[in-house]
Nanobody
Framework: QVQPVESGGGLVQAGGSLRLSCVVS????????MGWYRQAPGKQRELVAV???????NYRDSVKGRFTISRDNAKNTVYLQMNSLKPEDTAVYYC???????????????WGKGTLVTVSS
């Protein structure tokens, strides 16, 4: 059973930092593209950052220069380092594992249950 489990959320003041972690059980991590999504109250879920199985990152424009995604295949863990946090970063952050980029259309994707990040002004 593949299950991403997030941790590291919490309350932080604007300008502060948090590091989110996501551990993925099962054997798919090394060939999964790993992503962090977020969903603020009343808004749609949006992609924040993604890192390919080969380690190439991409970010949404609003977090470029502030957030860094990384992965440790030996620990089945993906991280999201968030610096210079703003109140608009407040959301539930979800970890996503996607094997389709490597496996193809029959690949599976998996979601964590989320971790809440609250940035106070």
């Amino acid at each position: 059973q593949v299950q991403p489990v997030e941790s590291g959320g919490g309350l932080v003041q604007a300008g502060g930092s948090l590091r989110l972690s996501c551990v993925v059980s099962g054997s798919i991590f090394s060939f999964a593209a790993m992503g962090w999504y977020r969903q603020a109250p009343g808004k749609q879920r949006e992609l924040v950052a993604v890192i390919t199985s080969g380690g190439s990152p991409n970010y949404r424009d609003s977090v470029k220069g502030r957030f860094t995604i990384s992965r440790d295949n030996a620990k089945n863990t993906v991280y999201l380092q968030m610096n210079s946090l703003k109140p608009e970063d407040t959301a539930v952050y979800y970890c996503h594992a996607d094997t389709k980029p490597v496996v193809g259309p029959r690949g599976m994707d998996y979601w964590g249950k989320g971790t809440l990040v609250t940035v106070s002004s």
